[in-house]
């Protein structure tokens, strides 16, 4: 896994190998994150360059909380696009940021598993672990019960500001 960093900011995570800085806090940040908790407060990214809606569509997923679940289309919707589901998962698809901005808690609106970086297999033992159970097989796979969005908090509103909305 790579963590590049900007002015103290991370300015991107990739799970494949790249050179990346020795930066023990920050590694134990997402120690702690890939543990199961929350992204720490004081994390914040770097969207310098991101175009407009994908700054949007990052900042109101960086608000969904663990064990929580969205659809594309209400991503869209609250990041001011209704008709902009296609651009919701693209931005999903392209997030530089997936360790920090849960991407992987953005489903379809059948309740399905849809692309991840990380593949479905990782998509599914992410959800699982905040206590999502599935049913189904292959690209039938989907959540067992009905998922029900989040109202966006005050921590999840600053949050979106920490990803540059």
Known sequence: MTVESRGGKV???ALGKKGARDDRGL?????????????????????TGLPGFTRKVLGRCAGIRPGQVMTYSE???????????????????????A????????????????????????????LAREGWQFEGEGKLRRLKSKAKSQKPTAK???RKRAAGK
């Open 11 to 13: 300015a991107g995570v």
């Open 27 to 47: 590694a134990k940040d997402l120690k702690a994150v890939l543990d199961g908790d929350r992204v720490p407060e004081h994390l914040h990214v770097d969207a």
């Open 75 to 97: 991503l869209a919707r609250a990041a001011g696009s209704p008709r902009g589901v296609r651009a919701a998962g693209q931005a999903m698809a392209n997030n530089p940021f």
């Open 99 to 126: 360790l920090l901005i849960p991407c992987h808690r953005v489903i379809g609106s059948d309740q399905s598993l849809h692309g991840f970086g990380g593949g479905l297999d990782m998509k599914e033992w992410l």
């Open 156 to 158: 999840s509103r600053n």
